[in-house]
């Protein structure tokens, strides 16, 4: 069915003819269910040869740019990214994935060139909330943004918590963890635990919260608070079937803590069953994380077979970089 879909939605562009220069909605819903599945190859395939220009083109650019975040490549990502704001720069989204875009390219380039990039990353960032006060992941970005970079960047406190405040209408659970991060920025690490416990008790899918303060114990190394906390996370996802990515992050946070990888490899084969599976999770840095596991835990022929399903979905990306 899901061939036939894609099948379908190369149909209708064809069909379209480069007079037109239109792109279906249903090739942007398929190139954007690739997106979220993971399938990193087969959502190149189907938008990489769409019109540059005309309905839909925005929306083309924004997806592939995504799909090169997810593999990471980052300067490819970004002109992407860059064409789709150039298309349609009254886009909230479209700024914030070009912020994101180049503050993973900043981060990643030598010390002369990101100070630069850097500062492009935060007028993106800038203007997808001026566009749109109520886009809560442009405003925690940009509240991190302020949280962790110096003044000379751009940032400061006072600015990040004047984001928190208005995260709070929008996001309370957003809000919360922004005044964790603030906390940790300062050093404060007890005002940064009680935020993002908060964060976890207020958010209406918390599955992915318990994963912040498990990730936050792992780096004060107390172990039965992390495990506590990812058994929330746990307990979390099986309650609200929109929460897989949290069992991608808490298995993650485990592997990082090189704890409990029978309990990790659970998670993500959880996750990779699910039907809410997200670009925030890539399903082919799951099979590749899983296959780790699987090879600790003496199971040779399915570690091998999750490396085989990963180079199916993404064969870009080097299993190094998961």
């Known amino acids: 069915m899901k061939a036939l879909a894609r099948l379908l939605a190369f149909l209708t562009v064809a069909a379209a003819g480069p007079m037109y220069a239109q792109i279906s909605p249903a090739t942007l819903a398929q190139a954007n269910a690739d997106l979220q599945n993971g399938e990193a190859d087969q959502a190149i395939a189907l938008l990489a040869p769409l019109p540059s220009t005309g309905t839909g083109a ?12 997810m593999l990471q490549q980052w300067s490819q990502a970004a002109a992407e990214c860059q064409q789709a704001v150039n298309l349609d720069g009254q886009n909230s989204d479209y700024h914030m994935w070009l912020g994101r875009v180049l503050g993973q390219q900043a981060s990643h380039a030598s010390f002369l ?22 886009n809560g992941p442009a405003l925690s970005d940009l509240g991190d943004y302020y949280a962790q970079a110096p003044g000379i960047a751009g940032g400061g406190t006072d600015k990040a918590q004047a984001i928190a405040s208005q995260l709070d209408k929008v996001d309370p659970a957003r809000a919360q963890q922004l ?20 964060a976890a008790v207020v958010a209406s899918e918390p599955a992915d919260y318990w994963t912040v303060l498990a990730n936050f114990y792992r780096g004060r190394q107390r172990w039965s608070d992390l495990d506590a906390a990812i058994q929330n996370c746990v ?38 069953s699910s039907s809410s599976k997200s670009e925030d999770g890539p399903a082919f840095i799951a099979h590749i994380r899983l296959s780790r596991l699987k090879q600790q ?4 022929a399915g570690a091998k077979s999750e490396l085989a399903i990963a180079a199916q979905m993404a064969h870009e990306f080097s299993p190094a970089q998961a």
């Open 58 to 69: 925005a929306e083309a650019q924004n997806l592939l740019c995504r799909v090169r975040f």
């Open 113 to 134: 060139s990101a100070y630069g990039i850097a500062k492009h990353s935060l007028s993106e960032m800038q203007t997808a909330v001026k566009l749109n006060s109520k």
């Open 235 to 272: 307990t979390a996802a099986a309650k609200n079937k929109n929460s897989g990515v949290g069992l991608y992050d808490g298995a993650g946070v485990l592997i990082a803590a090189k704890r409990n990888p029978s309990l990790a490899a659970q998670m993500l084969e959880n996750y990779l």
């Open 179 to 198: 005044r964790g991060d603030i906390a940790m920025a300062q050093k404060d690490c007890t005002t940064a635990e009680n935020e993002y416990r908060q």
């Open 297 to 300: 835990l003496g199971d040779a």
